[in-house]
T-cell receptor, first 115, second 112 residues
Framework: AQTVTQSQPEMSVQEAETVTLSCTYD???????LFWYKQPPSRQMILVIR??????QNATENRFSVNFQKAAKSFSLKISDSQLGDTAMYFC????????????FGGGTRLMVKP | DVKVTQSSRYLVKRTGEKVFLECVQD?????MFWYRQDPGLGLRLIYF???????EKGDIPEGYSVSREKKERFSLILESASTNQTSMYLC???????????FGEGSRLTVL
């Protein structure tokens, strides 16, 4: 079974600064995907970024980037130039390739961006 | 835009009541999921469905059942609600995009 661990229940960052959210996972699989999802207060959860395990290059989406360390089974999310709208719960998730979009989620990190 | 609509944002029920949570998606997605979200535990999969009238157990199916009579609608049923089922319930659907789930706004259920 796969497990996903987010060791930081809560974090805060000043507006315009950079913050990194941590995620580790455990699996014996070799082909898989990793994701970060964002859940703003009282709003729907949305996909932020996706990383294929076979790709060495770290994924980037505008101000969001990941640091994927496959050997260490680590998948952190970096948010640059933090904005007030980045305040949300962030969930790291894992999926085995060809698993029918069945994701395993971590416990979440609550991020507060302060003005 | 994809829209996943959950019928109730907030519900309060009594122990032993039957509870229906409904979810409708408008993007013709084959796959639909029900998760429950609890602080510190993240999202845990209750049931999922790959097609009409198909259902598969997730990680925590005990105390729940589901129904998928139409492609766009996936219902979660609590036959006899208990206090430990007080939680946020999230419905999601997905099409071909790998790992991209589209979520509803959630239904916060309180069982007294």
């Amino acid at each position: 079974a796969q497990t996903v661990t987010q060791s930081q229940p809560e974090m805060s960052v000043q507006e315009a600064e950079t913050v990194t959210l941590s995620c580790t996972y455990d699996t014996s699989e070799n082909n898989y995907y990793l994701f970060w999802y964002k859940q703003p207060p009282s709003r729907q959860m949305i996909l932020v970024i996706r990383q294929e395990a076979y790709k060495q290059q770290n994924a980037t989406e505008n101000r969001f980037s990941v640091n994927f360390q496959k050997a260490a089974k680590s998948f952190s999310l970096k948010i640059s130039d933090s904005q007030l709208g980045d305040t949300a719960m962030y969930f790291c998730a894992f999926m085995i390739d060809n698993a029918g979009n069945m994701l395993t989620f971590g416990g979440g990190t609550r991020l507060m961006v302060k003005p | 835009d994809v829209k996943v609509t959950q019928s109730s944002r907030y519900l309060v029920k009594r122990t032993g009541e039957k509870v229906f949570l409904e979810c409708v998606q408008d993007m013709d997605h084959e796959n639909m999921f029900w998760y429950r979200q609890d602080p510190g535990l993240g999202l845990r999969l209750i049931y999922f469905s790959y097609d009409v009238k198909m259902k598969e157990k997730g990680d925590i199916p005990e105390g729940y059942s589901v129904s998928r009579e139409k492609k766009e609608r996936f219902s979660l049923i609590l036959e006899s609600a208990s206090t430990n089922q007080t939680s946020m319930y999230l419905c999601a659907s997905t099409g071909l995009s790998t790992g991209e789930l589209f979520f509803g706004e959630g239904s916060r259920l309180t069982v007294l």
